[in-house]
């Protein structure tokens, strides 16, 4: 059996026939435990080793052809599947407390199969392409069927449809440039085409617009996993970049660039979130600010650059999760996701409000919760870098601790004789239970995290050393 067979087809046709012959009630167990299964075997069973099981040999060899392009999925990628199936799980079991419809996790399972084909598919500038086709598949997950899109799934679309052209023909340019090293202006070019389509990708300052809007406009839930879904494996698509072309990581002007990039996202998605008025515009503007700490790290000249990365990525995933969960529980009580609408929301539905919270200040690095032992390790690099990029995402991350004040500050204002009570429903309350636990368990037990990521840097030959 082959890696690529197991974690990239078998999925993908699995989502097939779940959007094909699974009612819509079943597809949430069928896909979580599904992905799941695959999580676990990705942590079981090696990549590339032989296994003695009794009297019978075992071995997941690790490459595929597909009309004429290699699918390398190595051991070291093991724990990266297991992360990226078991945090896809955690959404699909989400996906009946969540109300969402329109088939989620058969095309989420198409979509994660897709982006793993991303990070597999040699040469590696093809996962550009991958990652337009799974963009393109969230589109039925985003509009409902017979209403026309709203400005921010356009917006989205075209932006994710610039980067692939940018990047493709970055690479082609990239050749050339390590042919003739010292050749500056088709340098300088490269680098500007590479930096055009990865600001398009990652929704870099000032084409981050489409995030808020989509927020309002579709699902919190499905909204919620694309923001996980694609900086997730674009991050990891970039860091191939900077391994294989070492010029990028020599060269002081880009890496300036990236740094400022990302503090831009950073301060600036602080702002917008603190003075919002509408709840999922402050969780799209909050991962902005996020997805801008992702890129801070991934610009740091250290040998910690790769698992400070995968640190904030890892968490990231339960805090959408979480935060997209109770977002969604919230939006089928009231009329609309503004502040007015929600006053005193916390004592008709408390823990969908206190899991709300929990994610919100887990993404500002709030001590105890998830994201705090990964902004504590950034911090740690960036004191001895440079001050005045860690003073800009001290104001970014203070942006999102008002944002997460004035939220509680409306989930509470309510009159006095309103009573307390809880309206969750069972798979409600137990899928926010367990995402508030995870929340904690992270935060005060980061050590869980290591045994994935301490061999995640020998994905990249280059990186750390």
């Not at 002081?252 to 996202?265: D, E, K, N």
């Not at 996020?290 to 610009?299: D, H, K, Q, R, Y």
């Not at 601790?401 to 509470?412: G, H, M």
């Amino acid at each position: 059996m082959n890696a690529p067979i197991i974690w990239i087809l078998i999925p993908f046709l699995m989502g097939i026939l779940i959007f094909l012959f699974l009612p819509e009630r079943h597809s949430p167990l069928a896909g979580g435990t599904f992905a799941t299964i695959l999580a676990i075997v990705a942590l079981v069973f090696p990549i590339d080793v032989a296994l003695l099981l009794g009297s019978i040999s075992l071995k997941i060899s690790s490459s595929i052809q597909f009309f004429g392009r290699s699918f390398v999925l190595n051991t070291a990628d093991g724990p990266l599947l297991a992360v990226i199936y078991g945090l896809a799980a955690l959404w699909f079991f989400g996906t009946h407390a969540s109300g969402t419809a329109n088939r989620f996790v058969s095309i989420g399972l198409m979509i994660v199969s897709l982006l793993t084909a991303s990070i597999a598919v040699e040469p590696f500038l093809f996962a550009a392409v991958l990652i337009e086709i799974a963009a393109m598949l969230t589109i039925p997950l985003l509009v409902p069927p017979y209403q026309k899109p709203g400005k921010g799934v356009v917006r989205f679309l075209i932006y994710q449809t610039l980067a692939m052209p940018f990047i493709l023909f970055s690479g082609w340019m990239l050749a050339g440039v390590e042919a003739s090293p010292g050749d500056l202006g088709a340098t300088t070019q490269a680098g500007a085409m590479l930096g055009m389509g990865f600001a398009f990708l990652f929704g870099v300052f000032p084409l981050y617009n489409w995030i808020p809007m989509l927020m309002e406009e579709s699902s919190p839930y499905v909204t919620g996993f694309l923001l996980w879904a694609l900086p997730t494996f674009t991050a990891i698509f970039a860091l191939g970049f900077l391994d294989q072309y070492t010029w990028i990581r020599n060269t002081p002007q880009l890496i300036s660039t990236i740094q400022l990039a990302g503090v831009m996202m950073v301060a600036s998605g602080g702002f917008f979130a603190a003075v919002q008025r509408h709840i999922g515009r402050i969780m799209g503007y909050t991962a902005i600010a996020e997805v801008g700490l992702v890129i801070i790290a991934m610009s740091l000249p250290s040998s910690e650059l790769v698992s400070i990365t995968f640190m904030l990525l890892i968490p990231r995933g339960l805090e959408l999760a979480v935060w997209a969960l109770a977002l969604s529980i919230l939006k089928r009580r009231v009329y609309s996701l503004r502040f007015s609408e929600l006053q005193g929301i916390a004592r008709s539905h408390p823990l969908a409000a206190a899991a709300l919270i929990l994610a919100h200040l887990s993404m500002t690095g709030f001590p105890l919760l998830a994201g705090f032992p990964s902004r504590i390790a950034l911090w740690q690099e960036l004191a001895g870098q440079s001050l005045l990029i860690s003073f800009w995402a001290f104001l970014g991350l203070l942006g999102l601790l008002i944002a997460a004040i004035r939220t509680l500050a409306v989930f509470v204002m309510a009159k006095e004789q309103v009573p307390w009570q809880i309206n969750e429903d069972w798979p409600q309350v137990i899928m926010l239970g367990i995402g508030i636990i995870g929340l904690f368990v992270l935060g005060m037990f980061p050590q869980i995290l290591h045994p994935f990521i301490r061999n995640l840097p020998a994905l990249f030959e280059h990186l750390g050393q």
